[in-house]
């Protein structure tokens, strides 16, 4: 009986010591895994970087790779000199222009020449106000007279037709003459009778070959 109360006993202390091993290794793992979670909480996370639209700086993403930056506003300069570039493109080139009114006369230096609008001969351009199925024409007397020429009339129009005997273009003195502008229009109300004494005419000059140029003495 006494042996009996001995080897329990044992067997219990034995239990007992066996336990305690496994109670103990238990918060060491517990100590681990809170240390490495903490070890993984230091790490430092990518956080987002903002674009100012005006700065052109780059925007991150949360995985560090970068997005396309906004476009930046154009430079002012540039934008000024496309504004002049467009103003530049839309005025009309009047480079060797002279204009003159019905029954003027001038003398161009530049040219060696004395000019006179002697009279509108025609107008049958469509008018303003009303479509027409042709342009029609209008027709000029003008006098050029060279410092060492006499006095001649040309007829200037302001398109060429050969079979009608309009002629845009003429030359004179080794200038190529031409009528480029006729005002004013002719309007439904208003003619070519209710406009002569009234127009005023744009003669364009340019650089011809001096030995076919009608030169009269």
């Not at 918060?27 to 230091?42: C, G």
């Not at 020449?113 to 469509?126: A, G, H, I, L």
């Not at 190529?176 to 229009?185: F, R």
Request: glycine share 8%.
């Amino acid at each position: 009986m006494i042996h009996r109360l001995i080897l329990t006993s044992f067997g219990i202390l034995t239990l007992a010591t066996c336990q305690n091993p496994k109670i103990s290794e238990t918060p060491a793992k517990q100590e681990t895994v809170k240390t490495e979670t903490s070890a993984n909480s230091a790490e430092p996370k990518v956080s987002d970087v903002t674009t100012n639209q005006t700065s052109g700086t780059t925007k991150s993403k949360s995985n560090g790779e970068p997005e396309m930056s906004v476009g930046l506003p154009p430079d002012k300069e540039a934008v000024e000199t496309a504004k002049k570039e467009q103003q530049n493109s839309t005025v009309k080139n009047t480079a060797g222009i002279v204009y003159l009114k019905e029954g003027e006369n001038k003398f161009f230096k530049e040219y060696e020449m004395n000019v006179t609008f002697k009279k509108m001969t025609e107008d049958s351009r469509c008018p303003k106000d009303v479509n027409c199925i042709w342009a029609g024409v209008a027709t000029a007397d003008v006098e050029f007279m060279g410092l060492y020429t006499r006095p001649v009339t040309l007829k200037l129009s302001t398109m060429s037709d050969a079979k009608k005997g309009y002629t845009k273009s003429q030359e004179f003195n080794g200038y190529t003459i031409s009528l480029v502008e006729v005002t004013p229009e002719t309007t439904s109300a208003k003619g070519f009778k209710a406009l002569q004494g009234s127009y005023r005419i744009g003669l364009q000059f340019s650089k011809g070959s001096t030995g076919s140029g009608t030169t009269t003495k």
